[in-house]
């Protein structure tokens, strides 16, 4: 018999609030949410390089057990969960272990997804041995958990998302109990470098993302009190026009612009002109680069 499986629903539309600010915050999530919920069922086939960035970052997570499972930790935070892929391999590390995961995430299309997949059999890998997943909807900037409750905290591709890194890493602080570890992977400052730099040379008006630099992070976790050790990396993905490149993006819900501007319509004879200089200034015989730097943040709570 699988795991436990169990939802917890939070309302994704945006809520009414006379504070301006916190209005606009709460409908900018709430348009992530909904962006991710509606990517969830072609996700992990579209996500190839997020695949390859949350391998290498269960690698991290789990380098210092390798050797000794009893260091696995027994309750641990999946942060941004998505399709929930990851956290199963997260479980899988605890074979035979009475090891709870917590997977969250903000889209709760996402969560579903997920549930419906840990749901179904595992090839190799038989039921027994699969640790506890709970899954559960909730915000990188409030965590529904309580203060010193966790062992281990994962999160892969998600946090970039968040308006505070501050705010983020005191609350992964908070809930982490003293000795707890864990591995954070950040896109960061560099990443899709190659649109921007388009974007600017044909209309410097059209709202691109822009990502804290690795630095940044690791100054935020070190400020609340996390020791931090950081690497960065760069994965680079080839597409073979701007169409498919954008569509790329579009398919696992990353084309949300974290500004609060309106989204504008890309019309033909842009993305002709876009086409052109991208091809000349990043063209090449593997077609057109698209680069994602990723910070890997291995933090340990003292």
Not at 2 to 27: F, I, Q
Not at 191 to 201: I, N, P, V
Not at 202 to 221: E, G, P, Y
Not at 279 to 292: A, I, M
């Amino acid at each position: 018999m699988h795991g436990t499986a169990m939802v917890k629903h939070v309302d994704e539309r945006p809520m009414v609030n006379p504070v301006n600010s916190v209005t606009l915050e709460r409908r900018l999530k709430s348009r992530i949410a909904m962006q991710f919920s509606r990517a969830a069922t072609r996700y992990d086939n579209a996500a190839q390089v997020q695949i390859d960035i949350a391998d290498d970052a269960v690698v991290l997570f789990t380098e210092h057990t390798k050797n000794d499972l009893k260091k696995l930790p027994r309750r641990v935070l999946d942060i941004g969960c998505g399709t929930g892929r990851v956290t199963r391999q997260l479980a899988a590390t605890g074979v035979n272990k009475a090891q709870n995961i917590l997977a969250m995430d903000l889209a709760f299309g996402m969560l579903q997804h997920a549930e419906q997949a840990w749901e179904q059999p595992i090839s190799g890998q038989s039921a027994p041995q699969l640790s506890t997943i709970c899954w559960l909807q909730g915000d990188a900037e409030h965590i529904p958990l309580g203060d010193n409750t966790l062992e281990g905290v994962f999160s892969s591709m998600a946090l970039q998302w968040c308006k505070d890194r501050t705010q983020v890493c005191h609350e992964i602080n908070r809930v982490l109990v003293s000795g707890a570890r864990g591995v954070l992977a950040i896109m960061c400052a560099g990443s899709m470098h190659e649109l921007d730099t388009c974007w600017q040379h044909i209309d410097h008006t059209r709202q691109i993302n822009h990502f804290a630099s690795a630095h940044d992070w690791a100054s935020s976790a070190e400020k609340v009190g996390l020791q931090v050790q950081m690497q960065q990396k760069n994965y680079v993905t080839w597409h073979a026009d701007v169409r498919t490149l954008l569509g790329s993006m579009k398919q696992i819900g990353a084309n949300v612009v974290t500004g609060n501007g309106q989204k504008k319509t890309i019309s033909r004879p842009t993305l002709h002109t876009l086409e052109q200089y991208y091809q000349e200034q990043f063209g090449s015989h593997q077609g057109l680069p698209l680069t994602y730097s990723v910070c890997f943040l291995q933090i340990t709570k003292p």
